[in-house]
């Protein structure tokens, strides 16, 4: 079966914007399509298992896309501004969600319902920047996806080894609680590391969490957001830096050896703000794209060995995603209006 490259990209007040064409033109959907124009989507997520659906964080609640019908769903739920989504890998019927105010939920029926989770000393309000925390990701261990990580900004890292049933904080040594990812790497010899970025720097930890050491890298700014191993077990793995969010310089860095070592990359033009993600799937690994905060894109086909610049430039990006889906999935009836070529 034919498949085409779906991406995804989540505006902080344009809404999400669709491109089916591995991002050379874009569709924005209309009001009608049932998001509103104005909406900032922070965070999307899918399953191989259902390809007609897309879920979408947003600071009206989470959505969930048809791809059938081209049309999103407000689903009831607890949760207002969603900044954080994650399904399970096994069970796409299993999700758990991240707010700001920073609190989780799950749900074990795609979203129809969901379950407020209990996680012991998570703050839902810092003294240090005067504002409320935030969820910033949720990671299902994928050798064993009964263990789950969350990161919060500003609350540091919390573990649960029961699927979410019961927490414990995982920051001893962080130099800031203001984590905004985390990765989880295996090496060959069974050895793991993970990595957690922060605003001012990277961390690694050797021992499951249990104490996380700061990892100098060699740039100007140490702020990190984003930290995403290439979807093939290879060790390669990507972290995202610049001089704040979003700031007006940015790099991507690049590590062959589960972030023991790591090398600039090279992205074409000039960066106008700091590198916030890395979107990599695992059925086409070799597929990646990247995004600045202020709304620059860039694709690779070989791992992220060559950038390619897309042509069109959003306004501040805060989600990137993409997916491979059958050509023609979608009822052509449903239009999906407002595309805009480049």
């Known amino acids: 079966m034919s498949t085409a490259c779906h991406v995804y990209t989540g505006t902080a007040g344009h809404s999400a914007w669709f491109s089916e064409d591995a991002g050379l033109t874009w569709v924005h959907p209309n009001s009608h399509s049932g998001m509103y124009l104005e909406a900032r989507v922070w965070s999307f997520a899918s399953h191989p298992a259902l390809p007609d659906l897309l879920y979408a964080g947003t600071d009206m609640g989470i959505f969930r896309w048809s791809e059938a019908s081209a049309r999103w769903t407000p689903l009831p739920s607890p949760m207002q501004d969603v900044w954080a989504i994650a399904i399970h ?7 758990v969600a991240g707010t700001r105010p920073a609190a989780f939920y799950r749900s074990r029926d795609g979203g129809d319902t969901w379950q407020a989770l209990d996680l012991p000393g998570l703050p839902s309000f810092s003294t240090i920047n005067m504002g409320a925390t935030r969820a910033t990701q949720i990671l299902f261990d994928p050798v064993n996806p009964k263990c ?31 984590v905004h990812g985390i990765a989880l790497l295996d090496r060959p010899d069974g050895r793991r590391v993970m990595l957690a970025t922060t605003n001012r720097g990277l961390h690694r930890s050797d021992d499951e969490g249990q104490q996380w050491h700061f990892q100098k890298i060699d740039s100007p700014w140490q702020y990190t957001r984003a930290v995403v ?13 610049g001089n704040g969010p979003p700031g007006d310089q940015g790099r991507l860095w690049v590590s062959h050896d589960h972030g023991d070592h790591w090398e600039n990359v090279t992205l074409p033009g000039k960066l106008n703000s700091t590198v916030w993600t890395v ?25 992220g060995a060559h950038w390619e610049r897309l042509p069109h430039e959003f306004g501040e ?11 023609g999935i979608r009822q ?10 480049n």
Not at 166 to 173: C, E, I, L, N, Y
């Open 148 to 178: 789950l990580w969350v990161t919060v900004e500003i609350g540091g890292i919390f573990f649960s080894a029961d699927g979410g049933d019961t927490w414990q904080a995982r920051d001893q040594g962080l130099v800031s609680a203001d």
């Open 279 to 303: 979107a990599t799937q695992a059925d086409d690994p070799l597929r990646l794209w990247a995004c600045t905060n202020l709304g620059q894109i860039f694709s690779s086909q070989d791992g």
């Open 317 to 327: 990006i805060r989600a990137l995603h993409w997916r491979r889906l059958p050509i």
């Open 332 to 341: 052509q009836e449903h239009a999906v209006t407002r595309r805009v070529e």
């Open 229 to 241: 191993p290439r979807a093939d077990g290879s060790g390669t793995v990507f972290l995202t830096n």
């Open 89 to 95: 890998p096994s069970d796409p019927n299993t999700l």
